[in-house]
T-cell receptor
Framework: SQQGEEDPQALSIQEGENATMNCSYK?????LQWYRQNSGRGLVHLIL?????REKHSGRLRVTLDTSKKSSSLLITASRAADTASYFC???????????FGAGTRLFVKA | DTAVSQTPKYLVTQMGNDKSIKCEQN?????MYWYKQDSKKFLKIMFS???????INETVPNRFSPKSPDKAHLNLHINSLELGDSAVYFC?????????????FGSGTQLSVL
């Protein structure tokens, strides 16, 4: 069953602008992760935030987690054309053997 | 050195045939997975194996039979292929015994059933 749902489904912005993607999930989680997928490629892990964390940064990425609302957001600052990709949130149960992905947000950054 | 490699990259076959996809990881991970990505990019977990043992089987038809000969390999055999099996299949691995659930993905196998 699908766990995470992302919003928006697609996002088109100009280079230099910030991009914000949201993810909602349904059940209790151990952690939430964000992945990027370039066209025709496998997914690449971007950042992991644990259920007891509220915010995490990695370079131009900022992730927030609100467990009371069962939601997370990914902010990409100062976007570049190379950021054009699909972005997926994923949640893992305690055992870590089952990571479930949302439907993804397609981001297009225009140069 | 590719961390998670799967072969073939493309697979075109007729309905009713049997085919296999191979996956190998050189990361020393203890858990491996198969995911299916449909034409709408929705990614669904199929199987996960931990130390060669099946942990998760997400109600996948028994035409799909994974096999893990050792911790570094997880192959997927599909019998009697159907049109609906057309998708991109991704192998992934992770190190769950260290509490790190970060997944490393292969580059995918695009299966087209004609």
């Amino acid at each position: 069953s699908q766990q995470g749902e992302e919003d928006p489904q697609a996002l088109s912005i100009q280079e230099g602008e910030n991009a914000t993607m949201n993810c909602s999930y349904k059940t209790s989680i151990n952690n939430l992760q964000w992945y990027r997928q370039n066209s025709g490629r496998g997914l690449v892990h971007l950042i992991l935030i644990r259920s007891n964390e509220r915010e995490k940064h990695s370079g131009r990425l900022r992730v927030t987690l609100d467990t009371s609302k069962k939601s997370s957001s990914l902010l990409i600052t100062a976007s570049r054309a190379a950021d054009t990709a699909s972005y997926f949130c994923a949640t893992s149960d305690t055992g870590g053997f089952k990571t479930i992905f949302g439907a993804g947000t397609r981001l297009f950054v225009k140069a | 050195d590719t961390a998670v490699s799967q072969t073939p990259k493309y697979l075109v076959t007729q309905m009713g045939n049997d085919k296999s996809i191979k996956c190998e990881q050189n990361l020393g991970h203890d858990t491996m997975y198969w995911y299916k990505q449909d034409s709408k990019k929705f990614l669904k977990i199929m199987f996960s194996y931990n130390n060669k043992e099946l942990i998760i089987n997400e109600t996948v038809p028994n035409r799909f039979s994974p096999k893990s000969p050792d911790k570094a390999h997880l192959n997927l055999h599909i019998n009697s292929l159907e049109l609906g099996d057309s998708a991109v299949y991704f192998c992934a691995s992770s190190h769950t015994d260290r509490g790190n659930e970060k997944l490393f993905f292969g580059s995918g196998t695009q299966l087209s059933v004609l």
